[in-house]
């Protein structure tokens, strides 16, 4: 019998947390059973988009984002559910656009339509303010609801019930590896007792880099030896640079990273001043890691489950880089143990959604 296909509905599959999570359990799903195939809202390249096609998914680019044809999107929608009545699940991970795709599927037959909540806010901006208004329709044509954590789902879905889902990792994969950390911070020129601080998200107003790049150069100032890896890419990349010019070779600009379990072994501590998050998977990385993490207090408390987690306030970077530096700044011993104790390892995230892509297909009608 072939796999059940599973729909993931998804602005794109570039690198970020939201695509890291929904790779992880692709990766860790019995793919003899469930395939994923996802539609995208843009017509780019993206990072994913080699990965999903090796493991055997299918991938559909729609242009809506890009050209903003509305008309025409929801036309392509209406034919592309028409020609896919294989599809009786969609898990849909955009909530900008679920007043639209969730219809049409709808319309279409299509009786399961899940949603998930992967955030608690949005940028204070023009595109934050209509992701936001937009997103308020998203709740209503959902049949299922899971969200990354308590949070996240209260904030897209109100009242409504929700599942939560950890966003699991491989957590085995994240075990330090000794050599591994010498031979990258030898090529980041990091001596084995210097500091090396590390940061992993897009470049965007949400990850409030800018106020990253002041907590590091109040740790500089205090310890010289200091360097900053900063890892991913985004709109707000260039003013990041410019902002971290004068401190010279101390802040490196690593780009995108396929090889992001090597980074967190290199590093000594993890810093997340977000304006706010969801619960992110970096964070379940990091600590998967055994590192020292310290996190501005606008994100989920629950994803403390390490016990090696600081959360501090916006506002004051000296008051943040007094923390590091006061910091022992050691590595968790139990931070596998941990991770699965807590639920976070991909492997129980993985076995829940299949069970429920598989238990729902069965009950929804054939198309």
Known sequence: MPPIRVLQVVPAM?????????MNVYRAIDREKVQFDFLYHYDMPCFYDEEILR???RITKLTVRQDNDLPGY????KEFFAAHPEYRVIHGHYSGFGMF????AKRSGITVRAGH???TNYEKNLVGTLDRLMSSRFSAGLTHRF???QEAGRALYGSRPFTFLPNGVDAAAFAPDPAVRASLRAELGVGEGDLLLGHIGRFCQQKNHGYLIDIFEEIHRRRPDAKLVLLGQGETMDAARAQAAPLGDAVVFAGVRSNTRDYYAAMDAFLLPSLFEGLPVVLVEAQAAGLPC????TVDKTVDF???????PLGNAAAWADAVCASPLARAEDALERTRAAGYDIRTTAAKLQEFYLSEYEKAPAR
């Open 14 to 22: 570039n690198a970020g947390g939201m695509e890291t999570f929904i």
């Open 55 to 57: 493991l055997g998914g």
């Open 74 to 77: 929801l036309r392509a929608l």
């Open 101 to 104: 795709y969730n219809p049409a």
């Open 117 to 119: 909540s992967h955030n």
């Open 147 to 149: 969200a990354c954590g």
């Open 294 to 297: 310290f996190v501005s207090d």
């Open 306 to 312: 390490g016990g090696n987690m600081q959360f501090l």
